[in-house]
T-cell receptor, first 111, second 113 residues
Framework: SQQGEEDPQALSIQEGENATMNCSYK?????LQWYRQNSGRGLVHLILIRSNEREKHSGRLRVTLDTSKKSSSLLITASRAADTASYFC???????????FGKGTMLLVSP | NAGVTQTPKFQVLKTGQSMTLQCAQD?????MYWYRQDPGMGLRLIYY???????DKGEVPNGYNVSRLNKREFSLRLESAAPSQTSVYFCASSSDPKGEKLFFGSGTQLSVL
């Protein structure tokens, strides 16, 4: 199974700024999901985008998917200190039944 | 709602000792998963159970066994712990057999000395 690769590994911004993180993968997918992990906690599902979708929104989150470039991006608008966390993309391959997680992007939002 | 509950939260073992990590979910989910998380490695799937009565190996199953006791409970056993099994272990569940939208427990931090 393939693993998504997030970029950058770490991102530091100020409150109110937008945060963008990217995920690249290598083979065809069924869907791609983004999760958030606060320090010392379990992962929380944020959003799922299917291979036939190009963009989805959820509150301050915007996810795009470009299957021709095999990449996805997660945009968090008007960041808050509470958004400080690690963000993971997870790949559901076509034909597979389990999710494969990337190594994550650590986001630090300073007040 | 409790969601996914893992016990214990912390454990220290000596090499060669055995232990079982417990996981229970109260969301009536069919699918359950065990992942391990190591620094710089992301999450790696150890075992999963797509439905009650079935279990399958994931990416890193060696050194582990699992039991799907019933629909609610999915345990992970280390028969003879090794230092390489020092990690944070997460249990997750999903209502979808293909694992869309996983719900995670808060993790078990395991150290093997």
């Amino acid at each position: 199974s393939q693993q998504g690769e997030e970029d950058p590994q770490a991102l530091s911004i100020q409150e109110g700024e937008n945060a963008t993180m990217n995920c690249s993968y290598k083979t065809s997918i069924n869907n791609l999901q983004w999760y958030r992990q606060n320090s010392g906690r379990g992962l929380v599902h944020l959003i799922l985008i299917r291979s036939n979708e190009r963009e989805k929104h959820s509150g301050r989150l915007r996810v795009t998917l470009d299957t021709s470039k095999k990449s996805s991006s997660l945009l968090i608008t008007a960041s808050r200190a509470a958004d400080t966390a690690s963000y993971f993309c997870a790949i559901m391959n076509s034909g597979y039944s389990t999710l494969t997680f990337g190594k994550g992007t650590m986001l630090l939002v300073s007040p | 709602n409790a969601g996914v509950t893992q016990t214990p939260k912390f454990q220290v073992l000596k090499t060669g000792q055995s232990m079982t990590l417990q996981c229970a979910q109260d969301m009536n989910h069919n699918s359950m998963y065990w992942y391990r998380q190591d620094p710089g490695m992301g999450l790696r799937l150890i075992y999963y159970s797509a439905s009650e009565g079935t279990t399958d190996k994931g990416e890193v199953p060696n050194g582990y066994n699992v039991s799907r006791l019933n629909k609610r409970e999915f345990s992970l056993r280390l028969e003879s712990a090794a230092p390489s099994q020092t990690s944070v272990y997460f249990c997750a569940s999903s209502s979808d057999p293909k694992g869309e939208k996983l719900f995670f427990g808060s993790g078990t931090q395991l150290s093997v000395l």
